[in-house]
């Protein structure tokens, strides 16, 4: 491992002389799993030679966050693997392989790019991932997407049924400690491992004699703990996700610990998420801390939302709260900025989370606002120290008022655990403004009224929007004309004919 390591490393400068370039990449929060799985699944593509002349590991952080990841670089160098062996993001070009026509990507840890990466997704050959599934199926992409407990169980299932013989004492050990640690020691409590997990682990101990999984958790759960050296937003950078949805940018944190630890300790953390959030451009953060009690093994959860957008702390909480899975939130502690909860499922992981806040900034703010539970109609009343959601709708149109027990109110729950496709939204003022400039409406034009019975060319006759859409927009040009010409408008329709006689 230590010399193909050595040389992918020494292979970089001269990448462009190859007629293609086979890049693993790991996803972004580069932990011991995603870290793993990008080393052994090279050192095993290069063996089969499957994709190109040449497989390069990469890891998904810049080379200065390696630090942060202090559990992989201490179970790395424990087996002679220094930041000098590895390839870092920072240290090759995707955008250029690519635009020469020799990327082919694949892809562990992890089955759908961020979406700075998105342009990549035409290179991506081979998936191999353990979360739920994202990217469409193709024809053209191997993917082995299975929800297991560590994505290292389905890389070591790869080798055991092709390429056996490439595993030693050192890759069966690194394949090991990412197992161990992603299924908290395969836990009863937790419930994060499978049968395939545990057949794996099996298989993979017979490459270590004497090994004990006790102590292998032990050990690296120090390592990953080891974090009294990092400032707050290191911490926060330590096992870091980015979701980007719809213009918002949110900021996933993980935690070796309860997030009650983090409040105890900064006081002032609300100026540090704030600083945190501001720095790399998010509209807010979701904390999520774990502990662990290894002599009872009892399992803790955690969490903080935070957003200074009201709006968006607001329909976070509402919709982890009420989510499925269901989460069992408890509110322990609240401000204008951040709800710190009790999570009761201990068996939801970030990786059960994360779907679910990709819905919720998926859905448009209107369908959020309309309800909150079945049959409570709400008014939704804009916030106006606030920044508006941005869904493109305007504040009177965020939502239609629709009465209890219509058909909208039966399939409200349906439509709200399950994807449905997002219709296009407008600014009803943009339309009508729209509609006047090209003159598409007629009762304006000098000498050619709408007349009794006529209706508006834009709609159906008996359509329901006939009579609505007519109205609004009456409403719409009397809000837009000077006084004299409402005055001129009355009169033409005999509104004074009492007065003047």
């Not at 010399?3 to 190859?18: C, D, V």
């Not at 794996?200 to 102590?215: A, E």
């Not at 759960?221 to 937003?233: I, M, R, S």
């Not at 919720?360 to 309309?370: A, Y």
Request: aromatic fraction near 8%; hydrophobic fraction near 35%; glycine fraction near 4%.
């Amino acid at each position: 491992m230590e010399n193909f390591l050595k040389k992918s490393k020494a292979n970089l400068p001269q990448i462009q002389s190859y007629d293609s370039v086979c890049v693993i990449l790991g996803n972004e929060s580069c932990d011991l799993d995603s870290a793993v799985c990008a080393l052994v699944f090279a050192f095993f593509l290069e063996h089969k030679k499957k994709f190109s002349s040449v497989h390069l590991p990469v890891l998904n952080i810049a080379k200065e966050d390696y630090c942060l990841k202090t559990e992989v670089v201490y179970f790395l160098k424990r087996f002679n693997i220094s930041s000098d062996h590895l390839i870092f993001r920072d240290d090759i070009c995707l955008d250029s392989l690519k635009e020469s026509g020799k990327l082919k990507l694949v892809l562990v840890d992890h089955n759908v790019l961020s979406n700075s990466d998105s342009n990549l997704d035409s290179s991506v050959v081979q998936i191999v991932d353990h979360h739920k599934q994202e990217h469409p199926f193709s024809e053209m992409v191997d993917m082995l997407i299975e929800p297991v407990g560590s994505c290292s169980t389905l890389v070591a299932s790869l080798i055991f049924e092709s390429a056996p013989e490439i595993l030693d004492a050192v890759s069966a050990s690194l394949l090991l400690g990412a197992i161990v640690v992603d299924v908290a020691n395969f836990s009863a409590t937790a419930k994060r491992a499978t049968a395939k997990d545990e057949q794996i682990f099996r298989k993979l101990s017979q490459y270590v004699p004497n090994i004990s999984k006790d102590i292998l958790y032990k050990e690296l759960q120090c390592a990953k703990e080891d974090v009294g050296n990092l400032k707050f937003e290191q911490l926060c950078q330590k096992d870091r996700k980015i979701l980007e949805v719809g213009g918002i940018k949110l900021s996933i944190c993980g935690f070796p610990f309860l997030c009650s630890t983090l409040l105890a300790k900064y006081p002032d953390i609300t100026t540090k998420l704030q600083d945190f959030c501001n720095v790399s451009g998010y509209q807010g953060a979701v904390l999520m801390g774990i502990s662990i009690n290894h002599e009872t093994d009892e399992v803790k959860r955690d969490l903080v939302i935070y957003s200074r957008l009201t709006w968006l702390k607001t329909r976070i909480c509402r919709e982890l709260e009420k989510g499925e899975p269901n989460l069992d939130l408890h509110a322990i502690k609240s401000n204008a900025e951040y709800v710190y909860y009790n999570q009761g499922n201990i068996t939801a992981t970030r990786k059960a989370v994360l779907p679910m806040l990709k819905v919720i900034l998926s859905k448009p703010e209107s369908s959020n606002n309309m309800f909150s539970h079945r049959g409570d109609r709400r008014t939704s009343v804009p916030n106006l120290h606030d920044e508006s959601p941005p869904d493109g709708s305007s504040a009177s149109n965020s939502g239609i008022d629709t009465p209890t027990n219509s058909c909208i109110d039966d399939d409200e729950e349906d439509r709200r655990s399950s994807p449905v496709a997002k219709l296009s939204e407008f600014n009803t003022g943009a339309v009508f403004a729209n509609i006047e400039s090209t003159k598409y409406v007629l009762f304006r034009r000098p000498g050619d009224e709408l007349h009794a019975g006529e209706r508006d060319p834009l709609t159906p006759e008996n359509s329901f929007a006939e009579s609505h859409f007519d109205q609004s927009y009456k409403k719409f040009v009397l809000n837009h004309m000077d006084s004299d010409a409402i005055e001129k408008k009355l009169r033409q329709e005999n509104f004074f004919r009492e007065a003047d006689e």
